[in-house]
């Protein structure tokens, strides 16, 4: 049999030249970053997959400088179904020598791999990323919901619209099983409240307006109201159609 995995984050990351993380929130990334950063030797990396904040982000890349490590802010999108086949898109912030250290091993599980600038450059990708989806699903939702009001065939629909202007991602992958009312792809209702939340507090600070962003997030605490919070993102048609 294997050998056991290694029971603390300073277990794992004593020996390694670079080190990898995706958990759930800041202050988790708080915690396992924190501990193993005090076990990683001068000049190795930590690539942090989270989606978070940038304030912690940029938190964790000040107690790496002082500690003589590198930080990197690498969040990813691509949901479960990019993670499984190794397409992920990889956006990252931080030290450009130590982005270009870690790049041919993000490459192995990442499609595209690019530097976003400076600590808390990835995250605030990553939150640019999360506006374009929200407003994206919630018109989705609302298109499938009316063809299925006019009393069109929805799945006709999908496969004309789809060669048009109103093509995206999500239509390609999600519009079919959402008329088809199947939400068990991946990515929960819960963690995109999280990141949602995420986005919402910075541009409280950075004073960008996002009335969309900040509608569709309510429209998924209906959708966790009702019970869904482990359904996926495209779950927000349930609401439309109960």
Avoid at 33 to 56: C, F, L, N, Q, R
Avoid at 150 to 173: C, R
Wanted: negative net charge; aromatic residues 6%; proline residues 5%.
């Amino acid at each position: 049999p294997p050998p056991p995995p290694p029971p603390t984050p300073a277990e794992a990351a004593r020996d390694a030249e670079v080190v990898f993380l995706c958990v759930g929130g800041d202050d988790d990334v708080r915690a396992v970053a924190g501990e193993a950063m005090g076990a990683m030797k001068p000049g190795t990396i930590i690539a942090d997959h989270s989606t978070v904040s940038a304030t912690v982000s940029r938190e964790m890349a000040e107690l790496a400088r002082a500690r003589g490590l590198f930080f990197l802010d690498a969040p990813v999108s691509g949901g479960q179904a990019g993670a499984e086949n190794g397409v992920l898109t990889v956006m990252v912030g931080g030290d450009a020598e130590a982005f270009a250290h870690a790049q041919p091993l993000m490459a192995c599980y990442g499609r595209s791999v690019t530097h976003m600038g400076p600590a808390g450059a990835g995250q605030l990708t990553k939150m640019v990323n999360q506006i374009c989806i929200a407003g994206l699903l919630q018109g989705l939702a609302e298109g499938m919901a009316f063809a299925q009001k006019a009393g069109l065939d929805g799945h006709k629909v999908v496969d004309v619209i789809g060669k048009g202007a109103a093509q995206s991602w999500q239509m390609d992958n999600r519009a079919k099983t959402m008329l088809d009312g199947k939400f068990d792809f991946g990515f929960a209702v819960d963690w995109m409240r999280k990141d949602l939340g995420i986005v919402l507090g910075e541009a409280r600070n950075n004073g960008a307006s996002l009335p969309v962003t900040a509608l569709v997030d309510q429209f998924y605490a209906e959708v966790q109201g009702m019970g869904g919070n482990r359904l996926d993102t495209s779950s927000l048609m349930t609401r439309l159609t109960r």
